[in-house]
Nanobody, 123 residues
């Protein structure tokens, strides 16, 4: 079973930037679509961004479009989420995930999940 491990979360002031990484224990990103989701207490997991296995398709939630960038390096088995112009409402636990589909915005369609990394944006 492939495992995903996120890192890069932390505390940042509004307007700042953070870069999240998701390292896979195998070459899952070469064969699977992948994405980032986030979740706050009492709310459902929310789609953030997705990227296809060949990097030829990306899609973002409207709330992060123009501020966040998803990318990956298949040779390093690593996916990234560059987050700029952060807002307090971006505060959440961020999860990376992989799907057997080309890409997806639906959490239910993802098969493999990381443990999450906390991002806190102060006002």
């Amino acid at each position: 079973q492939v495992q995903l491990v996120e890192s890069g979360g932390g505390l940042v002031q509004a307007g700042g930037s953070l870069s999240l990484s998701c390292v896979a224990s195998g070459r899952i990103f070469s064969y699977y679509g992948s994405g980032w989701f986030r979740q706050t207490p009492g709310k459902e997991r929310e789609f953030v961004a997705t990227i296809s296995r060949f990097d030829d398709y990306t899609h973002y939630a409207d709330s992060v479009k123009g501020r966040f960038t998803i990318s990956k390096d298949n040779a390093k088995n690593t996916m990234y989420l560059q987050m700029n112009s952060l807002k307090p409402e971006d505060t959440a636990v961020y999860y990376c995930a992989a799907t057997s589909l080309v890409a997806s915005t639906k959490a239910v369609e993802y098969n493999v999940w990381g443990q999450g990394t906390q991002v806190t944006v102060s006002s």
